[in-house]
Nanobody, 124 residues
Framework: QVQLVESGGGLVQAGGSLSLSCAASGRSISGNTMGWFRQAPGKEREFVATTRASGSTYYADSVKGRFTISRDNAKNTVYLQMNSLKPEDTAVYFC??????????????????WGRGTQVTVSS
C-alpha cells in the first residue's frame, strides 16, 4: 500500500519561505516521477513542479525561479522549497507519485498515488 504524507505547510507573510516534505512508504520513489500540485478554493488542481527518476526537474511558469523541487531517494522523500511566496500561492499542496511513465508529468490525471495535502496560506 503506497502512502504519501505531506508536511511543512502553514501561514507565512508574503515574501516569506516555506519548505514542504513528502514522505513515501510502500514504494520506492527512486524509479518514479514525483510531482507537487496545488488546489486553491474554487479552482482546479494545478501543476507546480515535478522531478523525474533521472533527477531532472520541471516547473510551472508561475513558480519558476521561486520554488525548488528535490528528492532524497535514500529517505524516500520529496521536497518543495518555496521562496518569495505570494498571496496567490495560497492553496492546499499535494504530493503525487506517477507510477507509470505515461503522459506528461504536468498532468495530474497521469499520477497514480496522492497524499492528503498540506495547507499553505500566504498573507499580504
Amino acid at each position: 500500500q503506497v502512502q504519501l504524507v505531506e508536511s511543512g505547510g502553514g501561514l507565512v507573510q508574503a515574501g516569506g519561505s516555506l519548505s514542504l516534505s513528502c514522505a513515501a512508504s510502500g514504494r520506492s520513489i527512486s524509479g518514479n516521477t514525483m510531482g507537487w500540485f496545488r488546489q486553491a478554493p474554487g479552482k482546479e488542481r494545478e501543476f507546480v513542479a515535478t522531478t523525474r527518476a533521472s533527477g531532472s526537474t520541471y516547473y510551472a511558469d508561475s513558480v519558476k525561479g521561486r520554488f525548488t523541487i528535490s528528492r532524497d531517494n535514500a529517505k524516500n522523500t520529496v521536497y518543495l522549497q518555496m521562496n518569495s511566496l505570494k498571496p496567490e500561492d495560497t492553496a492546499v499542496y499535494f504530493c503525487a507519485l506517477k507510477g507509470f511513465d505515461i503522459g506528461p508529468a504536468s498532468a495530474a490525471a497521469h499520477y497514480s498515488y496522492w497524499g492528503r495535502g498540506t495547507q499553505v496560506t500566504v498573507s499580504s
